[in-house]
């Protein structure tokens, strides 16, 4: 009887001095302290402020759980399982695969995206038709990552196989090195790749290493599971809502069709055709409260910065202002340039301007695009469009998925204006964000010659000008 006294005395001492769940914990603290990684593909500060489609994320976790946002940001995936188990982070929102490895330390939540896991070379050096040809070639990938623990696991079938494991540099910087020559080979998921390939067009895929590797959300293992059960709710109702599909678009959308040609010639087009038209870009992006480079990669999408470009519906110029637009904006030369250029600006924030208060940025920048090439009459359609399907009008995801409809009868026979070449609209946004995010890559070099960290487009608060009656 003694012994069965003591027993339960010290599993009730035990019960009452175990810590409260990591859930209690959090809401007690009034924090959640996340760490993340310094990408374009999980996080960046940009001029607005903290971004990044894992920002976006667990900034509305935060939110949601009715505490303050404490983030971490480290700079190589490396950095990451320490502060997890030292407790300085509640969770990690890294852009993380479940590594066997990584399993042994810490719990995963709910997968919110997948990755294919590429080998990438540069155009001309020999694309490898199997991992056996990798034997006796350069290859680099980040220490600690699931790039490493991958390579680990091809040596086992091919003992030839070497590589070296570099902890002070991110896929950015390998990527950088192989476009240079410097590196033969490296391996990059595909969201960061998507990003940068933009920026060195003569990178290529040469073999899918893994396809549909799942990221998630990790937590310090054996700390309960009341933070992650959590978070797996949070991520299942943004998936069923379609936020998480919003943020997705707002950061990855537009990289998903890449132009080789295209990029190349763009290249050449921004050092010998912009520089004699940059001045006004950037007058008239100060005159309408606009970015110059987005104003020029509106420009370049029209033109490719031809100022007597012509098309064969009658529209010319840089912008490519129609006859009515330029009689409207008391244009009366479209093919001189400042005047295209000042123009295009106007009628952009315009449309920026009638673009509902509901709509937030950036998905107001990117059908203000729209409407500039199609019209705002048949954003609006659009608008009506995803109503009728129980989307969301407010999100440039849904109403980029309603423009297509609009040249299909069903649709434009229901809506007020009628018939629109839908799909035209939706690659214009694209192409222009693929320009803008290049033109930001290559002018931040002039301001400290280092790459800008974060390549997606900022939110942009666009100035208010009066309705066009």
Known sequence: MRLLFYALTAALVGTCSSPPPMLDQVLELGELRVVTRSTPASYFVGPDGPAGPEYDLFSDFAEELGVALVTETVDNVSEILPLLMAGKA????????????????????HPYNQVDMHLIYNLGTGRPRSVEDLVGRSIEVVAGSSHSEMMASLAEAYPGLEWTENADVEVIDLLHKVAGGELEFTIADSTEFNIQRHFYPDLRVALDLDVGDPIAWAFKKNEGDS????????????????????VNDRYFGHTEKFDYVGTRAFLRHFDSRLPRYRAMFEDAGDQWGLDWRLLAAVGYQESHWRSHAVSPTGVRGIMMLTLATAEYLNIPDRMDPQSSIYGGAEFLARQTERIPDTVDEPDRTWMALAAYNVGFNHIKDAMQIVEWQGGDPNTWVDVSKALPLLANQRWYSRVQYGYARGWEPVLYVNNIRNYYNIIRWITANENDGEAEPDVEPPDMELVEVASIQ
């Open 227 to 246: 933070l992650l059960m959590r978070a797996d709710e949070y991520l299942i109702n943004a998936g069923r809502s379609g936020y998480l599909a919003q």
């Open 90 to 109: 509640h969770m990690a929102a890294a852009g993380l695969s479940m590594t066997k490895s990584r399993l042994e330390f810490l719990s995963f939540g």
